[in-house]
T-cell receptor, first 114, second 113 residues
């Protein structure tokens, strides 16, 4: 049974479109994250939610809007997609809200903006 | 902004050799230094972590060495195998208050026969 799952795995879209990525974890964890990994493999945190409450927002453009309907789900909606948004987006979860908990990553969503 | 500097960017090691990847940090929220391993097309996964009441932690062929005064830590892979070929990330907990992991820039390790 997959611990952290994301859909879709691949997303190809045109500039200016709006798209969403969904994430679910079945680990019973309290905290979920979105990371962006660019073409150089840099892994950068975007957001984190603890029990549906936003606790980290890393100066991401407000075209990106995370939503956590419950603590097992964290979705990412992106408006007006730009070429620079092309990357792999990873969802992750941890048992607590601290930086010393093991991060469990999903398989990633490769977003390509044309 | 807090940085975690990782080197080298890429590393080629012969099978059976020792692979060494280094990281340096500025400040941490607390002493906890993990290494994550990422295979192509997969998400990163925790490989090994150290909570430095000790200066070294070993798990099988993987060892973390930690130098608190120098603010550096490193990953050693003994008897490197082709299956170890992956990208490795060090990380440190930063951002006092809302702790998060700041990842290093990654090292692409290739083990050649």
């Amino acid at each position: 049974d997959t611990a952290v799952s994301q859909t879709p795995k691949y997303l190809v879209t045109q500039m200016g479109n709006d798209k969403s990525i969904k994430c679910e974890q079945n680990l019973g964890h309290d905290t979920m994250y979105w990371y962006k990994q660019d073409s150089k493999k840099f892994l950068k945190i975007m957001f984190s939610y603890n029990n549906k409450e936003l606790i980290i927002n890393e100066t991401v453009p407000n075209r990106f809007s995370p939503k956590s309907p419950d603590k097992a789900h964290l979705n990412l909606h992106i408006n007006s997609l730009e070429l620079g948004d092309s990357a792999v987006y990873f969802c992750a979860s941890t048992i607590g809200a601290g930086g010393q908990d093991t991060q469990y990553f999903g398989p990633g969503t490769r977003l390509t903006v044309l | 902004q807090q940085q975690v500097k990782q080197s080298p960017q890429s590393l080629i090691v012969q099978k059976g050799g020792i692979s060494i990847i280094n990281c340096a940090y500025e400040n941490t929220a607390f002493d906890y230094f993990p290494w994550y391993q990422q295979f192509p097309g997969k998400g990163p996964a925790l490989l090994i972590a150290i909570r430095p009441d000790v200066s070294e932690k070993k798990e099988g062929r993987f060892t973390i060495s930690f130098n608190k005064s120098a603010k550096q830590f490193s990953l050693h892979i003994m008897d490197s195998q082709p299956g170890d070929s992956a990208t490795y990330f060090c990380a440190a907990p930063t951002n006092f208050g809302n702790e998060k992991l700041t990842f290093g820039t990654g090292t692409r390790l290739t083990i050649i026969p």
